[in-house]
């Protein structure tokens, strides 16, 4: 079984918010990585991270920020939160940038932005 | 670039039943290739994966899936569906050293 947390599991916060997710894994996983899940759609990669002090922005656009300072946290923020980023946001972690390292997923969080 | 399309959004089979959930791939790169599971109001875990070293993977829950590189395809099956089968799954493709390409997803319904 995985360990990688996300706190909180559900969050519920009015427009112009500021807000931050967070993720922890105690795998000592190098790389990590965030997913936006819209309802009964697939995932996409919004940013990943090599290591500490590392981030990239993923495949899907997003006004979110990261931050990578220890090996076993990756927070997501908002500076502004609005109804559009009303998603499921998964973090994952892997071992390293190989193809096929497994990718082990937190339980997400479910963001609803009035 | 890398894409991966999941025929059936849902399939519904009854219990005891053969599970088939199909996975097409399009990868510029030879591919690594996952199925995960979601259960509602949880993340993806690993179903299985294949690494090249043999086409037909097994995994856990008595799930596999057969790699077909003249078809592109890695399909899911299990030879009798039990109700705790049913979840959401996801096909999943990975080409480089950034994060998957997953599939819309199907959502398997098992019926008594």
């Known amino acids: 079984e995985a360990d990688i947390y996300q706190t909180p599991r559900y969050l519920v916060i009015g427009t112009g918010k500021k807000i931050t997710l967070e993720c922890s894994q105690t795998?000592?996983?190098?790389?990590m990585y965030w997913y936006q899940q819209d309802p009964g759609m697939e995932l996409h990669l919004i940013h990943y991270?090599?290591?500490?002090?590392?981030?990239e922005k993923g495949d899907l656009s997003s006004e979110s920020t990261v931050s990578r300072i220890r090996t076993e946290h990756f927070p997501l923020t908002l500076e502004s939160a609005r109804p559009s980023h009303t998603s499921q946001y998964l973090c994952?972690?892997?071992?390293?940038?190989?193809?096929?390292?497994?990718?082990?997923f937190g339980p997400g969080t479910r963001l609803t932005v009035l | 670039a890398q894409s991966v399309t999941q025929l059936g959004s849902h399939v519904s089979v009854s219990e005891g039943a053969l599970v088939l959930l199909r996975c097409n791939y399009s990868s510029s790169v030879p591919p690594y290739l996952f199925w995960y599971v979601q259960y509602p109001n949880q993340g993806l875990q690993l179903l299985l994966k294949y690494t090249s070293a043999a086409t037909l993977v097994k995994g856990i829950n008595g799930f596999e899936a057969e790699f077909k590189k003249s078809e592109t395809s890695f399909h899911l099956t299990k030879p009798s569906a039990h109700m705790s089968d049913a979840a959401e799954y996801f096909c999943?493709?990975?080409?480089?050293?950034?994060?998957?390409?997953f599939g819309k997803g199907t959502h398997l319904i098992i019926q008594p």
């Open positions: 994952a972690s892997s071992r390293a940038t190989a193809g096929a390292d497994t990718q082990y």
């Open positions: 999943a493709v990975r080409g480089g050293a950034d994060g998957l390409t």
């Open positions: 795998m000592g996983h190098d790389k």
């Open positions: 991270s090599y290591g500490v002090n590392s981030t």
